[in-house]
DNA sequence: AACTACGCCAACCGCAACCGA
DNA sequence: TTCGGTTGCGGTTGGCGTAGT
């Protein structure tokens, strides 16, 4: 399954498996890797396995550091304040593990998208939930509910970083029509705001010139501010304490649903829109 | 005790974006 | 502008541990 030469139709000398060890990384392999970077610096992966003398691929390496030995990342039990933040921004982000993961501190892509697939997936389909567009399963398709309404969906693997979140609202009944990839089906002054923004994100967070898509896309600010929004609002709580029927995994969904139009997490963005347009000209920077 | 099924997660792969020559 | 090399991302796999029979 994993041969390297089937298939592909050029290959990198990185994944070139001559003389490359695969598998499970030993201590002392660890010890090396952390040491060197500790006294190197993280970078110039490539290079990196022959400069500190290790028989593996620089990608290795580069997974091994971000996943397992930088000290920053937490390991272990996942809280449940940190499980709720995760549907949360998967619910708007998708399977963007490396955005969630830059949420949720010491925690790695790796590590959220593998709790997402062992344990938040089953515990949504378990209550009736699509875990891919957390709306539910086997809905009535009477109802006009169905289908309807916005909702962030992961993007096909060809287009992951073109166009990653839509939000399409048609006429007075919101449409969602699942992955969308096509821009000209953007719709509405928000729509458009959330996407720059993530094609802001998208292409700053990606290589680190923070400086030039903050100086080029504001709503950098709009969007990360909303997602600040998410992880603190107050509403979320609320909701728990008004609702009595009210379950965390389908917070927002079926807010949403209820209020067709008018969604609670459309609120929130305007929201945020608005608080962080004030705050910009006071804050220049922001943590990614 | 032996075998099987299942869950978890570290690691790998292919692809696309980015960058510099 | 093009192209080759590098980096980072998301999807997937394989191995290990454990529960169940």
């Known amino acids: 399954m994993k041969n390297p030469s089937s298939g592909a139709s050029k290959i990198t000398p990185c994944c070139s498996k001559v003389g490359i060890k695969r598998g499970p990384w030993t201590p002392e392999e660890d010890e090396i890797l952390a040491k060197y970077i500790k006294r190197e610096g993280e970078g110039r992966w490539r290079t990196l396995p022959k400069r500190a003398g290790l028989l593996r691929c620089g990608k290795s390496c580069r997974l091994r550091w971000m996943n397992y030995l930088r000290p920053s990342v937490k390991r272990g039990h996942i809280a449940p304040d940190e499980e709720d933040l995760i549907l949360r921004l998967h619910r708007l982000l998708g399977n963007r593990w490396s955005l969630i993961a830059g949420r949720i501190p010491g925690r790695t892509d790796n590590e959220i998208k593998n709790y997402w697939n062992t344990h938040l997936s089953k515990k949504l389909i378990s209550q009736g939930i699509d875990p891919r567009t957390h709306r539910p399963l086997n809905p009535n398709p ?22 990653p979140v839509v939000f399409e609202e048609t006429g007075g009944n919101s449409t969602a029509n699942g992955i969308q990839s096509d ?106």
């Open 142 to 163: 009477n109802s006009p509910e169905v289908g309807h309404g916005r909702e962030l969906i992961s993007k096909p693997k060809a287009n992951r970083y073109s166009t």
């Open 183 to 288: 821009t000209n089906q953007l719709k509405g002054g928000h729509d458009l705001v959330v996407n720059d923004c993530m094609m802001g994100i998208q292409s700053g967070y990606r290589r680190g010139n923070e400086e030039d898509y903050i100086e080029n896309c504001n709503e950098l600010d709009t969007f990360s501010s909303f997602l600040d929004s998410l992880i603190n609002d107050s509403m979320f709580l609320n909701q728990q304490q008004q609702q009595p029927n009210f379950h965390p995994l389908v917070c927002s969904s079926s807010a949403q649903t209820i209020n067709h139009g008018n969604t609670i997490w459309e609120a929130e963005l305007r929201s945020s829109i608005d608080t962080s347009s004030e705050e910009q000209s006071a804050q220049n920077n922001h943590p990614a």
